[in-house]
């Protein structure tokens, strides 16, 4: 993957260092391996990362590796894709949604 370099791998054990103490923006990819829509989605997750890395931080969560970070947030369904900003989820977005919904969402961030 040549996008991989710009986006970042959570754990519950990361979460807050890495997302709520963030000096930028976050948007986070609550995903599972055996999840299709996740599945879908991941190539466009990797592509904003390297569009955006300068402005944003994009990371994934795996859900089944990491059920605390999800349960806090009130994960109940995938792909969950939230935004962060100063430590606040500021709003997510539930289900595979294109490229351009993705992108309004970070903006919203910046």
């Not at 970042?8 to 299709?36: I, M, N, R, Y």
Request: one cysteine or more.
């Amino acid at each position: 993957m040549a996008h991989e370099e710009s986006l970042l791998h959570l754990t519950d054990g990361s979460f807050d260092q890495e997302v709520l103490k963030a000096e930028k923006p976050v948007l986070v990819d609550f995903w599972a391996p055996w999840c299709g829509p996740c599945r879908a989605v991941g190539p466009i997750v990797e592509e904003l990362a390297e569009v955006y890395k300068d402005q944003v931080k994009i990371a994934k969560l795996n859900i089944d590796d990491n059920p605390n970070t999800a349960k806090a947030y009130g994960v109940m369904s995938i792909p969950t894709l939230a935004l962060f900003k100063g430590g606040d989820m500021i709003e997510k977005i539930i289900g595979l949604v294109p490229r351009e919904r993705l992108e309004a969402l970070i903006k919203k961030g910046l």
